[in-house]
Structure formats: structure tokens, C-alpha cells
């Protein structure tokens, strides 16, 4: 079982910046596919971002151009460096693993461990 831990989150105003870290549990950290999911209230969980095994990236068109998801297998820890917040980033952003190492989804079902989650707020 994998767990995840996340922190990072807090509240920004409108064009500043956050990064989100979440920290995993055992050895194989490597072989997963990493992601982002965020859900505001109100609304249902949306795709953030992922990194597969081999660092290729997917991005939610929200999301492109101003976030970055990155890895170290080093220290079991995936990033999500926010740029340029926006009221509409608000939100609870949860860390997820996959099982798969290669997976290109965007429907939470895909994904095998979830984080708690962190509160970003974006103040205008």
C-alpha cells in the first residue's frame, strides 16, 4: 500500500505562485505513474497534471503553461509548481499514484492511491 502525503498548499494571491509536494511511502515509487487531481467545491475532481515513469508529462489545458510536475525517485516525491494562480485555481489538490508505470489518463478511476489533500486558495 502507498501512501501520500501532501503539503505546500495555502493562500495566494491572484498571480502569485505555490509548489505542492507529495511525499510516498515504499520502494517502487519509481515505477508509478504520478498525478495531480484538484476539486473545488461545488464541483467534481478534475485532472491536473501526471509524470509516467519515464518523466513524460500530461497537462490539463488549465493547467498548461503555468503548472510544471516534476519527480525525484530520490526522495520518493512528486512536485506541482503553480505559476501565475488564478481565483479558478481554488481548490483541494490531492496526489495520486498509479499502479501502471505509463498511464495516460485523466479519469481518477485510473489511479490506485490518493493523498489527502492540500487547500489552495487564490485570493483576488
Known amino acids: 500500500q502507498v501512501q501520500l502525503v501532501e503539503s505546500g498548499g495555502g493562500l495566494v494571491q491572484v498571480g502569485g505562485s505555490l509548489r505542492l509536494s507529495c511525499a510516498a511511502s515504499?520502494?517502487?515509487?519509481?515505477?508509478?505513474?504520478m498525478g495531480w487531481f484538484r476539486q473545488a467545491p461545488g464541483k467534481e475532481r478534475e485532472f491536473v497534471a501526471n509524470?509516467?515513469?519515464?518523466?513524460?508529462?500530461s497537462y490539463a489545458d488549465a493547467a498548461k503553461g503555468r503548472f510544471t510536475i516534476s519527480r525525484d525517485n530520490a526522495k520518493n516525491t512528486v512536485y506541482l509548481l503553480m505559476n501565475s494562480l488564478k481565483p479558478e485555481d481554488t481548490a483541494v489538490y490531492y496526489c495520486?499514484?498509479?499502479?501502471?508505470?505509463?498511464?495516460?489518463?485523466?479519469?481518477?478511476?485510473?489511479?490506485?492511491?490518493w493523498g489527502q489533500g492540500t487547500q489552495v486558495t487564490v485570493s483576488s
Open positions: 495520486t499514484a498509479s499502479n501502471s508505470a505509463f498511464t495516460y489518463s485523466r479519469s481518477s478511476n485510473a489511479y490506485d492511491h
Open positions: 515504499g520502494r517502487t515509487f519509481s515505477t508509478y505513474t
Open positions: 509524470i509516467r515513469k519515464n518523466a513524460d508529462t
